[in-house]
């Protein structure tokens, strides 16, 4: 437990259980699964245990059970990606997506990219929805419609000007098919690079890749919105070359003739009329640079955003993180005004689009697509990134142990045994308060890692 933690302001029930758990005589083992787990919010729990044998000889080389540990359970992280459930594993996800988006912009040689994919056009784009309604904003130097320069907190930021006469029901319809309008996008923004390059369909794709990685963002205003990395590659992908005239212009041309295509049909029900949802007008597009020269936009920049946004959904927005079954709900939980309003118009919308699963969808405001995907050569994937993790980890173990390395030895081979039994999740309140402390315990040591990095880097650099 950190030396700064205090106990001050914990409930009576919380504080004793805190104490219960410190004072366990398995405490610094409890503490030790924690901080393995990076002080997860949730863990999972396990019962069970392992055995490692040698095949050959059918030796038991190590035997582990779950026995002996606090509790007789393992536990294990939740591997949750919103910060608003848990912020450790979030933190790994995070950073999971900041080496992926990194991987396809400067290039990686160890997770399948070269270091040649700095000299492809790339750019970051912004999509955005169009408007349900004027909102509260922050237009520059000039005050907003309703005559007061807000703050950059405001609460007001984002909410309808008129209530009674914003499209809710249009908001969450557009984010209900924004999966769909992507997906329209990227067919079209084929289509008209080929266009441009005086070419077939066929003969573009011949020459020519698409690459991108993307994530979504709620406005404060609740709608969605994308930002994604757009890169030319050649026809093999990131080891290849894109030709010549896949150039930087032609694929921001492409990016802004391709959107203003795109158009998804709702069809009339009810009291609903028909539909045309499109992308809205603010479409940004900006440039890539390499190393960070004066360039508006760097490689870095956008890896830490798109990494930044890959944790947070609609709770950002007001809204909660789970699934809201009616609109009593709403005044139990405190929604505030706007959100709830969005989430309502789900509501009274699913019966009349059943297939669209507005209700299951209405804490997150109708939106029902992955938060972060990309196009299948762009990098690595994230589940690459587990597995580099799991095999370190489980090498460090073996050397601990003292087990062979198949690696070094590759006839030197054994059979692991497992059996888990999934005894629940979560921690007790104490438990609770007590990772919570471990959690901001790694991440002050990170904090103070990353600021000392630079002086140890100049220190090499002096001494070499």
């Known amino acids: 437990m950190s030396d700064t933690a205090t106990l001050a302001g914990l409930d009576a ?40 044998i040698d095949p050959a000889t059918k030796t038991v080389l190590h035997a582990y059970t779950t026995e002996h540990e606090p509790g007789g359970m393992l536990r294990i992280a939740c591997g949750n990606r919103r910060a608003s459930r848990c912020p450790a594993c979030a933190w790994t996800y995070a950073g999971d997506t900041y080496h992926l988006i990194r991987a396809g912009l400067v290039g990686d040689p160890a997770k399948g990219t070269p270091d040649t994919i700095r000299d492809h056009p790339r750019v970051f784009a912004t999509l955005t929805a169009p408007s349900f309604g004027p909102v509260h904003n922050r237009p520059g130097s000039r005050p907003c419609r309703c005559g007061i320069r807000h703050g950059e907190d405001a609460p007001e930021l984002g909410t309808p000007l ?219 994937t994230l589940g690459a990134l587990r597995q580099v993790r799991a095999d370190y980890r489980a090498a460090q173990q073996r050397q601990a142990l003292g087990l062979p390395d198949p690696d070094d030895n590759p006839e030197a081979t054994t059979l692991t045994l497992a059996h888990w039994t999934y005894a629940g999740h979560g921690h007790t309140p104490g438990e609770s308060w007590l990772a919570a402390n471990i959690r901001r315990d790694i991440e002050h040591n990170r904090e103070i890692a990353r600021e000392e990095l630079p002086a140890l880097l100049d220190q090499e650099g002096a001494a070499a």
């Open 162 to 380: 008129d209530p009674e006469a914003y499209d809710y029901a249009g908001a969450v319809l557009w984010n209900n098919h924004a999966s769909e309008l992507w997906r329209y996008f990227t067919i079209y923004l084929r289509r008209e690079i080929a266009r441009r390059a005086g070419l077939t369909q066929k003969a573009a794709r011949e020459q020519s890749r698409i690459s991108f990685g993307k994530v979504a963002e709620y406005q404060k205003r609740g709608a969605v919105h994308f930002h994604a990395v757009i890169r030319f590659d050649g026809p093999d992908g990131p080891d290849d070359p894109p030709p010549a005239w896949a150039t930087l212009d032609l694929l921001t041309d492409a990016i802004h003739a391709a959107a203003a295509r795109v158009a998804v049909d709702v069809d009339p029900a009810g009291d609903q009329p028909a539909r045309t949802l499109r992308w809205g007008t603010q479409l940004d597009v900006q440039t890539i640079g390499a190393f960070g020269h004066g360039e508006e936009i760097t490689e870095a920049a956008v890896a830490s955003y798109v990494a930044k946004y890959a944790t947070k959904a609609a709770e950002t927005t007001g809204t909660v993180d789970r699934r809201i079954g009616n609109k009593e709900a709403l005044v139990l939980l405190e929604v505030p005004d706007h959100p709830a309003r969005l989430i309502a118009a789900c509501l009274d919308l699913h019966a009349l689009y059943p297939d669209r699963k507005l209700r299951d969808w209405a804490h997150m405001l109708g939106f029902r697509g992955h938060f972060s995907t990309k196009s299948r050569r762009y990098s690595t």
């Open 13 to 52: 029930a919380t504080l004793t259980d805190v104490l219960r758990v410190a004072g366990s005589a398995h405490f610094d083992r409890w503490q030790e699964q924690i901080r393995r787990t990076g002080g997860c919010s949730d863990p999972i729990r396990l019962m069970g245990g392992t055995k490692t």
